[in-house]
């Protein structure tokens, strides 16, 4: 069974930069369609980005210019690059999973916080 480990969160200053990585237990990864969503504080749980196993992508307006989603299948990992990050960034960071035709697989989550 797959499961998805995320690191990279930390604080970081208004305007930098963060890389976060999900990394995948299991096998099958390749096939997965990686998706990253994020949940505020007192917020709701919302989408960031999505990466299918063709490597095409899709973004959040929020986001799109600022984050790039990209995979590297050859270390079962999916990443979230994410530039000039603002306060409002501030949120824990999930990485998701789906296998076609099956229910999502979730990680356990990463804390970004964006503050001078």
């Given amino acids: 069974q797959v499961q998805f480990v995320e690191s990279g969160g ?11 990585s ?7 990864f390749s ?3 990686m998706r990253w969503f994020r ?13 299918t196993s063709g490597a095409a992508t899709n973004y959040a307006d929020s986001v799109k210019g600022r984050f790039t989603i990209f995979r590297d299948n050859t270390k079962n990992t999916v ?13 824990v960071y999930y990485c998701n999973g789906v296998f076609p035709g099956s229910s999502p697989i979730w990680g356990q989550g990463t804390q970004v916080t964006v503050s001078s």
């Avoid at 930390?10 to 976060?20: D, E, H, K, N, T």
């Avoid at 504080?41 to 999505?50: D, I, N």
């Avoid at 990443?79 to 949120?91: C, H, S, V």
């Fill in 31 to 33: 096939t997965y369609v």
């Fill in 39 to 51: 949940q505020a504080p007192g917020g709701q749980r919302e989408w960031v980005a999505t990466v």
């Fill in 10 to 20: 930390a604080l970081v200053q208004p305007g930098g930069s963060l890389r976060l």
């Fill in 22 to 28: 999900c990394a995948a237990s299991g096998n099958s």
């Fill in 79 to 91: 990443y979230l690059q994410m530039n000039n990050l603002k306060p409002e960034d501030t949120a």
